[in-house]
């Protein structure tokens, strides 16, 4: 970014967009709305930090069309893509007969990527699988979410995720490979189950998924500063995260270097070699 301000100041390389790694995923509407100039905002002072914009929850479904065509544009206009979010297992689940519909608006509208979710589903990877050819089929990327946990995606407790069966990472690695080779985007991997809703962390999880698939294949949330403070010092700056909109510029000023918590301040770097 050649305009910014203090450019004569060491800020780590982030590489320019489109990005293969070191992608930021921000929530869009969800836990509040999020109108045109609220967005505008965000991406006028940090949009060259800000890869995906994600809406939460079916969001899309509860506002006028022309609305979410707007919002669309304004990422459009910062080269930021535009997802779905998880919402096609509520499709499945409602709606059975219009999972292709859906897709096809999803198309129409401007979104770029469709996430391919399951978190309260019981269903086949082969059928999980299918989903994500069709999204591909109609020009878009295929984000498809893995899961350790049951009922992930949903704001669940603790308490009522334990009631629930955990899963074997193993088979959400397997089922990660499966989409990859089906021509996936990226790889979403929820948080509950590792670092959200659980009483003690499972950064054995994580390390299992990131050699399993490819630390660049898989887009990490992180809905917590001490999460993806984590998963930057583990796997570097150039980690793919989710994270909520309030939260890009103190992971930015992470990423770059610029700043960090107590165990982090002064350690955050990154080298590209010169080829010349």
Known sequence: MSDRAFDFLHVNDRGEKPRENGITEIRGPYYDPMGPRELRDILET???Y???YKFSGGSFALMPEDVVRELIGICHEHD????TGGFIEHVLIRDYEQVDRYVEEAADIGFDVVEVSSGFLAIDVDDMVALTELVQDHGLKAKPEINVQFGAGGASSVEDLESETAIDPTSAIEEGKRHLEAGAYKVMVESEGITEQVRDWRTDVAFKIADGLGVENCVFEAADPEVFEWYIK?????VNLFVDNSQIV????????LWGKKSSWGRIASYERDED
């Not at 930021?80 to 997802?83: E, K, Q």
């Open 46 to 48: 940090m949009g060259e």
């Open 50 to 52: 800000v890869d995906i």
């Open 80 to 83: 930021v893509l535009v997802s």
């Open 234 to 238: 583990q796997f570097g700056p150039k």
């Open 250 to 257: 103190e992971l930015e000023c992470m990423r770059s270097g």
